[in-house]
C-alpha cells in the first residue's frame, strides 16, 4: 500500500508539473527534464520505499532502471496533459 501511495503522489507531481512549465511550444524533449527535476524529491521518496528490503545490488540495479525511465514518465505526462488541453478547448 505505501508503495501505491508513493508511486502516486510521484504521478500527480509529474502531472501537476507537466501543466505548470509547458508552454504548448516548446518540444517535449526540452519540458520533460524540468518536469522530472521538479518531482525529484517525490521520485527519489518513491524509490526509497519500493527499494526497502532489497540486497544493495538488487537496489542499484533497480535504481538504474527507474531513472532512465523517470524522464519517460516525464515525457508521457506532457504528451498526456497537451491531449487533455487539446481537448478541452475544442468542447
Given at each position: 500500500?505505501?508503495?501505491?501511495?508513493?508511486?502516486?503522489?510521484?504521478?500527480?507531481?509529474?502531472?501537476?508539473a507537466a501543466?505548470?512549465?509547458?508552454?504548448?511550444?516548446?518540444?517535449?524533449?526540452?519540458?520533460?527534464p524540468?518536469?522530472?527535476d521538479?518531482?525529484e524529491?517525490?521520485?527519489?521518496s518513491?524509490?526509497?520505499?519500493?527499494?526497502?528490503g532489497?540486497?544493495?545490488?538488487?537496489?542499484a540495479?533497480f535504481?538504474?532502471?527507474?531513472?532512465?525511465?523517470?524522464?519517460?514518465?516525464?515525457?508521457?505526462?506532457v504528451?498526456?496533459?497537451?491531449?487533455?488541453?487539446?481537448?478541452?478547448?475544442?468542447?
Open positions: 500500500m505505501e508503495t501505491l501511495g508513493a508511486a502516486g503522489s510521484y504521478l500527480v507531481c509529474v502531472h501537476a501543466v505548470a512549465l509547458d508552454d504548448h511550444v516548446s518540444e517535449v524533449s526540452k519540458i520533460a524540468a518536469v522530472a521538479r518531482c524529491a517525490r521520485f527519489e518513491g524509490l526509497d520505499t519500493i527499494t526497502r532489497m540486497s544493495p545490488l538488487q537496489a540495479i535504481r538504474h532502471k527507474a531513472e532512465r525511465e523517470n524522464l519517460k514518465l516525464a515525457a508521457a505526462a504528451h498526456e496533459e497537451r491531449q487533455e488541453y487539446k481537448e478541452r478547448k475544442v468542447q
